[in-house]
Structure formats: C-alpha cells, structure tokens
C-alpha cells in the first residue's frame, strides 16, 4: 500500500503508530510484548527502542545463566517475523525499507529494531510475499 504526502501521519503519530504495531507484532511473535516503546524517526532512518521485552520463561532462563540461548531465540524471532516488521513499516510510512536491524541486551532488558528507508523520490514500497501470505 502506498500513501500520499497527504496521507502520511505527523512525526508524532508516526512514532506512534509504528511503536505500536511493534509492539504488537512482537506480542503476537513471543506471547508477551514489551512494555515500554519509543520510536525516534531521523532523516532515513527509524529506531523503536523496546523495554522489559523478556517473558517470563526468558527471565528463568537468565538467571539460570541461559543468556546466550535467550539471545539466539530472540534472534530466530526476529529473523521469522522481519518480513512483518518491514511491510509494517513500509505501509506506515508509505516508504521502501532498504535495510532493517535488531538486537537485544538482557540485563538491562532492552531491544532495537531499526529501519533504513529508501530516500524520497526512491520510495515506492515493494511487495514482501512472506508478508503478504501471513
């Protein structure tokens, strides 16, 4: 779906709406979203900073000393649900994402998605087919 410069939200609403379906893709992924999100929007490039994202299972993981396998299933997710991330991203902005990164740290608990967008006038959203079927 592509919008109009018309159609596109404020900054604000922006941050807001992508906030929010991170936080609900993440929720429908995992089975608990985080529950703090803000996404700061610069230029070509948009962050979400997610807090308190571990469930409850991954928090007994940590403190029996499981980090890295907490790490390497936050990871799996994050590649599994990437194509829905993206197409989230690009429908919201009306922008093609050219690049999209995410980490996570345990202790503090804190995730970052992070999108590269296509600059003006190169923006026409490409289809995602893992995207579209789910």
Do not use: C, W
């Not at 109009?4 to 992508?18: E, K, Q, R, V």
């Amino acid at each position: 779906m592509s919008r109009s410069l018309g159609d596109t939200p404020t900054t604000g609403a922006l941050s807001s709406a992508i906030s929010n379906a991170t936080v609900r893709l993440l929720s429908e992924y995992t089975g608990r979203g985080p529950t703090k999100a803000r996404t700061y929007i610069t230029g070509d490039l948009i962050t979400v900073v997610l807090q308190d994202t571990l469930t409850k299972g991954e928090r007994g993981l940590v403190r029996n000393g499981e980090e890295s396998l907490v790490l390497q299933s936050r990871k799996a997710y994050q590649q599994t649900m990437s194509a829905d991330l993206i197409s989230t991203v690009e429908e919201i902005t009306g922008r093609r994402v050219l690049a999209f990164l995410s980490d996570n740290h345990i202790d503090p608990d804190y995730a970052i998605e992070s999108f590269v967008l296509a600059r003006r006038g190169d923006d026409a959203v490409v289809e995602h087919p893992q995207a579209a079927s789910g």
